[in-house]
């Protein structure tokens, strides 16, 4: 080849790897904030459970919805919440297969996903405990659902060379198209992958989130609260965060019906038994204004403690302990934007979020404000 | 310059190098199991409270020893200490000054470590949440300390770009000389900052050990097992590793004198208000065996927690808060090498810790066995 078919055939291929990955970043960073009504809304699906489809059957329903269940049913219920709430993402909280009872683990995933991919929404997973126990290691879950359409899951963060566990990532979301904040991450997802079970002899029970996310998740948030706070468009305080994992943190003990909004059925909470301090680093972080767990399918609250709400989405899939007569049910989180005086978009003003049931209306409940702007400078204040 | 000349200055820096490297690392290194009886004494120093010696009057002592006493009764009690324990190694779990009542903080740390420097003891130091307080930053005063006399503390680890904190350091304490172990590190010290007070607005109280130092001490944990592993006499367990800090754990809280050894005089434990998971990372890396702090000087005890001891040394210093008539104290920690059948050195058959109170007799209490191999089979064995 001659020097300047060389030169040319490299400058193609630049080009070609720029373009393609200008494309892949527009696809990554494509989250934003609706224009027309200032919101970003987040569907969770937790614990799907999801097995071999119609030939799965239902757990925990009443006798005389049996006969007819399976999967399709999980299928059903998340094809309705899209047209319903039509969310702008969807994040499934970890357990989205059950692999003991899925004989092939990527076409459990792809029927899974599939309401996702076929509605064109953005999506992103996270691993729970049971997504390794079928055909692919917990490694093969999160590299099979990486590639899958329209996912934002990632399977890890390139900076961190040594992280814990599969699929810890973060996803900005930019303020309203044409608004001054169009180029700035204006809410944050922190999504991690909160282990399966302990591998230390002397310690029972579920896995944690490590040393090394903590450090990932620390450095993430002090790394976008600094561009957040710097030209252009130089904000005050940090944006607010959410973080989305499978397995509850031990602080999630701390309430009762006095202090929550939902119900606690189950008898306990199902965190690790060790506290591996996660919970003190989001404190500390101070960006974080809610996390989102699934794991506990029959606790659904939302508790706030020390300026964090801890939620529990319920659980959603039908293949997966549940209580016969309680609906299965998902969590919806809604970001709103502040009105600038010049009627565009500005920052986040209020989250709130409600659970939809599997019922005949999709009914709504417990409905509640998760954070605003507002209550936030008052509690500055003080 | 000519090329040769170039090049004979390049071996003469080269050498220069390697030679006072090797001479440093020698120091550095140099912590080693006595060849006649096998042990490793240490000796931990709480709470020295130091601040202008003569000049600074005693607290919490009896009226009839209120007018002769002063910093140098500390000072008198630590001499007294290294004839009698002859340590092969002092550690100060930091408040090593008071810095409120040092009027120059470097002083105050030169008459502090005296006993140790005039012994020509080894010695390694941890900062407390007081030692800040005087002239001297949090790091001026790891600094000025890695400068002393036959110190063995360093500012931080060199291959942790980014660490929380000043003097996060471990130690190597190699087999007898002359036996199979000599190049090997049998057991291991984790010296760490538990920092002084929490700068996060929604938590009170005092500081924690931080994600960045956990990760740290994982990795060092991780590779320290690893070569204990591998050839030259590769061994099976981890070597036993001691942690060494300020500032109790919150696990601390577990005990009452049903199941520890030695005294709980205060209220509480003053540890952090939040859990960040030290203690799980502790008990997953799987080699320390003990923790020791200060920060209480009215709590001496050890409790057991999952296979790993939580010990206080109680109150050193004199111009600290403390209980007239309740001596003073120390606490020993010695470890033994198993006897080989060739009459040599093993590794560490046994870890026994002790007090040593500042009484006429310097009388040594509540002597107990932390960590025993044959215990740690029989365990494993279950």
Not at 214 to 243: D, I, M, V
Not at 281 to 291: E, F, N, R, Y
């Amino acid at each position: 080849m001659r020097r300047e078919t060389m030169a040319t055939a490299a400058v193609i291929v630049l080009m070609a790897f720029l373009c393609c990955n200008v494309a892949a970043q527009g696809r990554r960073r494509g989250l934003r904030f609706d224009g027309k009504k200032g919101e970003f809304r987040i569907l969770q699906v937790a614990d799907m459970h999801y097995a071999d489809g119609k030939k799965t059957p239902c757990e925990d329903v009443l006798p005389s919805q049996m006969s007819s269940c399976s999967d399709l049913n999980t299928t059903a219920f998340i094809r309705r919440l899209i047209i319903a709430e039509k969310p702008d993402l969807i994040v499934f909280t970890g357990d989205n297969i059950f692999g003991f009872d899925a004989s092939d683990a990527a076409a459990s995933m792809n029927a899974a996903f599939a309401p996702a991919i076929s509605a064109n929404i953005p999506w992103a997973a996270v691993l729970g405990n049971h997504d390794q126990e079928s055909t692919l290691s917990r490694g093969g879950v999160m590299k099979h659902i990486v590639g899958m359409k329209n996912t934002l899951s990632k399977f890890n963060p390139s900076e961190a060379h040594v992280i814990d566990g599969y699929g810890n990532y973060n996803l900005e979301v930019h303020g309203a198209e044409g608004s001054k904040l169009a180029n700035k991450s204006v809410l944050n997802l922190y999504l991690l992958d909160s282990g399966d079970y302990s591998t230390v002899p002397s310690i029972p029970g579920y896995g944690w989130i490590k040393p090394s996310q903590q450090l990932w998740f620390q450095r993430t948030s002090s790394r976008l609260q600094r561009s957040y706070k710097n030209k252009p468009e130089p904000q005050k305080g940090p944006a607010p965060g959410l973080a989305y994992f499978h397995i509850p943190l031990p602080e999630y003990a701390s309430f009762d019906s006095s202090n929550f909004t939902g119900e606690k059925l189950e008898q306990g909470i199902s965190s690790a038994s060790v506290n591996s301090g996660f919970f003190t680093t989001l404190v500390a972080a101070g960006d974080v204004k809610a996390v989102f767990t699934g794991h506990d399918h029959l606790n659904d609250f939302c508790g706030e403690l020390t300026g964090i709400n801890l939620c529990y989405a319920g659980g959603l899939g039908y293949h997966a302990y549940g209580k016969a007569g309680w609906s299965r049910r998902a969590r919806m989180v809604v970001a709103s934007l502040e009105k600038t005086e010049k009627g565009s978009w500005g920052t986040v003003k209020s989250i709130k979020t409600w659970k939809r049931l599997d019922d005949q209306h999709l009914t709504a409940i417990d409905g509640q404000v998760l954070w605003s702007k507002s209550s936030s400078r008052k509690h500055m204040l003080h």
